[in-house]
């Protein structure tokens, strides 16, 4: 039989399309398994960042409280004249002169002619230093008349000044008399003081009270200057746990850490924080001893993230 008679049998016409069905049939079946083989391979994560882990360390710290508040003179005499009527003959002192009790401040007109030898008239005609201080106020004028009761000038008793700290009804019940402190002024200046009053009540309308703390050493202090303060409310150190600066994120009004757990995926977890100690900030609540965190560069890691831990 020719070639050309059995291409066009019927017969084997049928039998050839049976086959490429059947190869059309088996290619798709082949190539469906492989779909389906794929798309039932687990996915594989691949790590987001690599990073550092810590976890909660004890340190022995000084519990302390931190205030603002202001410098301000430890006492101040207000020196008046006593009589009236007379004229400022001379005025020997000015503001920030520092004086000894009785130095003469101011001599009057009527009595400072040299011929005159009372006594009581040489007392009456100039007015005096009450104590030892600084003068911080001078009202007084040559050639003014005194009224009775003006007031002349303002004395800082004894140069002394002191750091009136502004603090809650809370705050003020952890303060005691006697407790150190540490002022800051100026640029980096610190004062060691204690404390030498405290308010008994707060003010109703801004619910501030203040604690009084003596600075033994106020040289190139200005009074009226702004400064901040800490107390040492513990009596000494005691243990609490503490993460890096760095692994402590925020968000808001939120503070959150970053745990890793076994299959190194990372959790978010809300915690409480206390005081600071350079770059170490003490943990109150929110995560155990033996959790890792992540130690730095959380801010490029959201929840569920897998992470690859390096030990360092």
Known sequence: MSTSI??????FFKVAMSGLVLAGGALWFSGNSKAEQAAAAPAVSRPALTVRTTMLRADKWSRT???????????EAIISAQVQGLRIAEVKVGIGDYVK??????TLDNYARPSD????????GRIVAPDD?????????????LQSGAELFRLIRKGRLEWRADLTAEELMLIRKGMSAEVMVGEGRVIRGSVR???PSVNTQTRYGYALVSLPDSRGIVAGAFARGTFDISGGKHTLASLPQSAVLQRGSTTFVLVVDAGNRVHERTVTIGQRNGDRV????GLKANEAVVEGGGAFLTEGDTVQVVKG
């Open 117 to 124: 030898d009372s006594s009581e008239r040489s007392s009456q």
């Open 6 to 11: 059995i291409k066009s049998h019927p017969l």
């Open 65 to 75: 409280l931190s205030a603002n508040g202001s410098i301000l003179p430890w006492q």
């Open 282 to 285: 003490e943990i109150k609540q």
């Open 101 to 106: 009790q009785g130095d003469v401040l101011v």
């Open 133 to 145: 201080g600084v003068i911080s106020l001078a009202n007084a004028n040559v050639g003014s008349m």
């Open 197 to 199: 009053a405290i308010s």
